[in-house]
């Protein structure tokens, strides 16, 4: 059984920091892109940082580059977003996603968890 479980999350004033974590299970995760996605109340889910299985090739989504870093522990099986100087319009719901193209079926989702950046 593939699981994939965020923790992280919570409220933080603008400026702040928080770090996001996104344990796997039933994958072989070394063999896994992972991404991180947000969705924010009333918008389509969006790309936020995404990382190749093998952590060489990274990208990030426009407005977070230079504040967010996403990072992966093969060891742990576990990948981080590092978010730095948030905004209110960082306040979303977050959610990782492991996929391992080109097969299009190994493609899951974690629950999600809740940031908001307010003061």
């Known amino acids: 059984q593939v699981q994939l479980v965020e923790s992280g999350g919570g409220l933080v004033q603008p400026g702040g920091s928080l770090r996001l974590s996104c344990a796997t299970s039933?994958?072989?995760?070394?063999?896994?892109?992972m991404s991180w996605h947000r969705q924010a109340p009333g918008k389509e889910r969006e790309l936020v940082a995404s990382?190749?299985?093998?952590?060489?090739?990274?990208n990030y989504a426009d407005s977070v580059k230079g504040r967010f870093t996403i990072s992966r522990d093969n060891a742990k099986n576990t990948v981080l977003l590092q978010m730095n100087s948030l905004k209110p319009e960082d306040t979303a719901v977050y959610y990782c996603?492991?996929?391992?193209?080109?097969?299009?079926?190994?493609?899951?989702w974690g629950q999600g968890t809740q940031v908001t950046v307010s003061s």
């Open positions: 990382i190749t299985s093998g952590g060489l090739i990274i």
């Open positions: 039933g994958i072989t995760f070394a063999s896994y892109a």
């Open positions: 996603n492991a996929n391992r193209p080109p097969y299009r079926d190994l493609n899951y």
